[in-house]
Each structure stands twice: as structure tokens, then as C-alpha cells.
């Protein structure tokens, strides 16, 4: 069946670095342009980092850049993000969704990332 | 980049219709998406950009757009349309970049 599955948050320093994982399954994932996008604790959606269904072309955030990369493997339909030089405004809930022309028609159930000495 | 505006909160009795608003420069170009999100859960799109309704969506849900401005229109709202409401676009940069607005909470009363 269709499904995003994200895996990898935890508790981490500040300064320090974490890797999020999306697994895709029931699409053609190498089809699909993927998206994190993220939430800190009660507050609204933030996006984060698109990247186009050919892995070439990114975009990401103001707010991550030069932090945080974006990469997939479409052999195993699986999206990343690399998060370095981790802050406590990165604490949120990742989620990785699904890019078509009309907006993002899958998510994932989210992975929490909560950045703290 | 581009900013999109919502109420921060709306209500409405049992049965009756809401329009949740969303504004900014970009909806001048771009259409907006809608997605609700209940407490716990990921957002789920409701509303595409294409103004379709995706499967299961209920047709009660209804977009629209005039100038800046972007609504999703809830005709004859039930309990379980209770929840946060955010409408996306693309940005006005062109380089594909996504915007969300702040979020709607819609309480049904």
C-alpha cells in the first residue's frame, strides 16, 4: 500500500549532526519530486527541503541551508536528510511527504528530532 | 520570500458552512493547497492546487481563489472536521520553493 515511513530522530547536542531516513513503498518513487517538511512543538508547518525526482536539482529553506542536505536513492526508494551543526530551533517533528503539481499528496507519520544539552 | 496569512482560529456551529482565508503575494500567481492536520497526526491534503479533492476526501470540502486570496469553503461542517488548517503555495521566488501559512484552528461548536 502507499506509505512514507521516516526513521531516525532521536535526541542529539547541540552542534551535532543526525541523518533522517523516508522509506517509500506501494509508488514508483523515482517519479516523484520528495519534500521534508517539519513542525516545532505546537507550532504550524515549516517547509524544509524539496528535492526533484532526478536527486540533481535541490532547494532548500533559509533557515537549513548550508546545515542540512537533502539526497535520496532511488534504488531503495528511500529519501534522506543530513542535518549538521544541529540548534534547538531545529526540535520538530520531520516529515517526509510526497511532491506532485498540486501540493503534497502522501506524508509520513513523522520522526521527532529534539536538539538539547 | 513570500508570506501566506490565515486566521489564527474560526468556529462554527454543527452543520453550518465556514471559509477558512489564506493571503499573500503569491496566490496572485501560484494556487494554493489545503491540508488538515488533527492533533498527533500528520497532515493530510485536502484540497489540491488543481482545486481537486482527493480520494476520501468528503465533497463538503470546496476550494476557492480571488486575487491574493485563497479559501477552503466547509459546507455543513461535522465534528470531525475539527482540526488545523493550512494552506500552502508555491513561492514567488521561482525557484520552486513551497510556503505554508501559520495554520487555522477550526473549532465546530
Known amino acids: 500500500q502507499l506509505q512514507l515511513v521516516e526513521s531516525g530522530g532521536g535526541v542529539v547536542q547541540p552542534g551535532r549532526s543526525l541523518r533522517l531516513s523516508c522509506t517509500a513503498s506501494g509508488f514508483t518513487f523515482s517519479t516523484y519530486g520528495m519534500d521534508w517538511v517539519r513542525q516545532a512543538p505546537g507550532k504550524g508547518l515549516e517547509w524544509v527541503a524539496l528535492i526533484w525526482n532526478d536527486g540533481i536539482n535541490k532547494f532548500y529553506a533559509d533557515s537549513v541551508k548550508g546545515r542540512f542536505t537533502i539526497s535520496r536513492d532511488n534504488s531503495k526508494n528511500t529519501l534522506y536528510l543530513q542535518m549538521n551543526s544541529l540548534r534547538a530551533e531545529d526540535t520538530a517533528v520531520y516529515y517526509c511527504a510526497r511532491d506532485v503539481d498540486g501540493g503534497f499528496d502522501m506524508w509520513g507519520q513523522g520522526t521527532m528530532v529534539t536538539v538539547s544539552s | 520570500s513570500s508570506e501566506l496569512t490565515q486566521d489564527p482560529a474560526v468556529s462554527v456551529a454543527l452543520g453550518q458552512t465556514v471559509r477558512i482565508t489564506c493571503q499573500g503575494d503569491s496566490l496572485r500567481t501560484y494556487s494554493a493547497s489545503w491540508y488538515q492536520q488533527k492533533p498527533g497526526q500528520a497532515p493530510v491534503l485536502v484540497i489540491s492546487?488543481?482545486?481537486n479533492r482527493p480520494s476520501g476526501i468528503p465533497d463538503r470540502f470546496s476550494g476557492s481563489s480571488s486575487g491574493n486570496t485563497a479559501s477552503l469553503t466547509i459546507t455543513g461542517a461535522q465534528a470531525e472536521d475539527e482540526a488545523d488548517y493550512y494552506c500552502?503555495?508555491?513561492?514567488?521566488?521561482?525557484?520552486?520553493?513551497?510556503?505554508f501559512g501559520g495554520g487555522t484552528k477550526l473549532t465546530v461548536l
Open positions: 492546487a488543481k482545486n
Open positions: 500552502n503555495s508555491r513561492d514567488t521566488s521561482g525557484n520552486r520553493l513551497w510556503v
